[in-house]
């Protein structure tokens, strides 16, 4: 649905803390949400980033660089990091903006699945009391969920955002009783200056060092694994001409998944281009995008394909949040199951080769990433702030 602006310009200027441990463009979905959000606002709000890691700078915004725990576990830096954030955010701010598993924060930005869910939920006695024995007897898990216990405790001006109504429900069956501070904020896009041509095609494949011909689909993520690209390297093997695949994402699962492409023997039609900060040019190169994931509160992917008028076929709503926004056939091709190669195949044969079905979804996928820019995101998030402003 097309969200309203509405007008927030007689609000005083807030003072607010955004807390993220990597705030980089390579980082992952989580921390391209909260970038884009601070380069929105920048200019309306005096906002301080606190971060483990800072690699994009944004004009008028103020960096605070938080120490690394000196143990290397990553439960324990979390919990140093909440701590350390608690402490340096404690005076001084009129909201505090968590995208962290941390208890600082009026506004607390959920971006995955709350551990508890993923423990308990729909599991059966036996399988809950096993659960609850580890749980018991693992010092990483009970920090995590004490930590979200106390991010989803009552507050009366505490906001819990959700990146997807799908991801909202699920907090809900977690944590009941933080129903009333539940909110939605989507991801948003900002839509390309220009429209994708075969000129630009062409340039932007030669300056990946893709191939000039053939037919390109594009995978992004970097939990190579959680993503689906086991499916996808198996689905590509079922294609025998000149299709290609380019892979956005961590390198430090490149070894591991170049060997699964040769397993599959389409190691020469996979072309593995590790990070990088500037995707534009990765949509601009393909042809479609595969997200055969197997867990996404949302995906931004998505979305960023969909503005660049390039054609998705992404797994199902249980798999998938932004696929509750979406309808087969209309916008993108759904795959309900993304583990099935064969499926997952079907769907991208029929985008590649059927030109009048691109061109539909390429149509109906702009004018949906229409109805979600960043600049009206930013107001809603804005909105929230103004609602628990101290």
Not at 54 to 76: C, D, M, Q, Y
Not at 104 to 132: C, D, I, N, W
């Amino acid at each position: 649905m097309q969200h309203k602006q509405s007008n927030t310009s007689d609000k005083r200027r807030l003072r607010v803390a955004v807390l993220n441990i990597f705030f980089s463009p390579t980082g992952g979905g989580a921390e391209r949400y909260s970038i884009a959000l601070v380069e929105q606002l920048a200019p309306r709000h005096d906002i301080h980033v606190f971060a483990q890691r800072i690699e994009h700078n944004i004009p008028g915004v103020t960096f605070h660089v938080v120490s690394a725990s000196p143990l290397k576990l990553r439960w324990l830096n979390q919990l140093w990091y909440a701590t350390a954030t608690w402490r340096a955010t404690r005076r001084g701010f009129d909201v505090t903006h968590s995208h962290e598993n941390v208890w600082r924060g009026e506004v607390q930005t959920v971006h995955v699945l709350p551990t508890r869910y993923k423990l308990f939920h729909s599991a059966s006695f036996m399988r809950r009391l096993l659960r609850y024995l580890k749980v018991a007897t693992s010092p990483r898990l009970i920090t995590y969920l004490v930590l979200e216990r106390a991010r989803f405790s009552r507050h009366h001006k505490r906001r819990v955002v959700a990146t997807s109504t799908v991801l909202r429900d699920q907090m809900i069956l977690a944590y009941p009783s933080a129903t009333a501070a539940l909110r939605v904020v989507t991801p948003g896009v900002t839509m390309p200056s220009e429209v994708a041509t075969p000129e630009r095609q062409l340039a932007a494949r030669k300056q990946l060092g893709l191939p000039q011909a053939g037919c390109g689909i594009l995978f992004v993520g970097n939990d190579y694994g959680k993503k689906g690209l086991n499916t996808l390297l198996k689905s590509l093997a079922k294609f025998h001409d000149n299709t290609w695949l380019a892979v956005v994402g961590n390198p430090a699962h490149i070894v591991e998944f170049q060997g699964r492409a040769k397993a599959e023997g389409v190691a020469d039609r996979v072309h593995f281009l590790g990070s990088i900060k500037d995707t534009g040019p990765a949509y601009v190169a393909v042809d479609c995008l595969a997200h055969p994931t197997l867990e996404d509160t949302f995906a931004m992917v998505v979305l960023e394909s969909m503005a660049n008028g390039v054609p998705v076929v992404v797994s199902g709503q249980k798999y998938c949040g932004i696929s509750g926004l979406l309808s087969h056939e209309t916008n993108v091709l759904l795959v309900e199951d993304p583990r099935n190669a064969d499926a997952l195949h079907a769907a991208l044969a029929r985008v590649l080769k059927d030109d009048v079905l691109r061109q539909k979804l390429c149509a109906a996928g702009l004018r949906f990433a229409a109805q979600y820019q960043w600049s009206a995101i930013a107001l809603q998030q804005e909105k929230i702030y103004f609602e628990v402003a101290l």
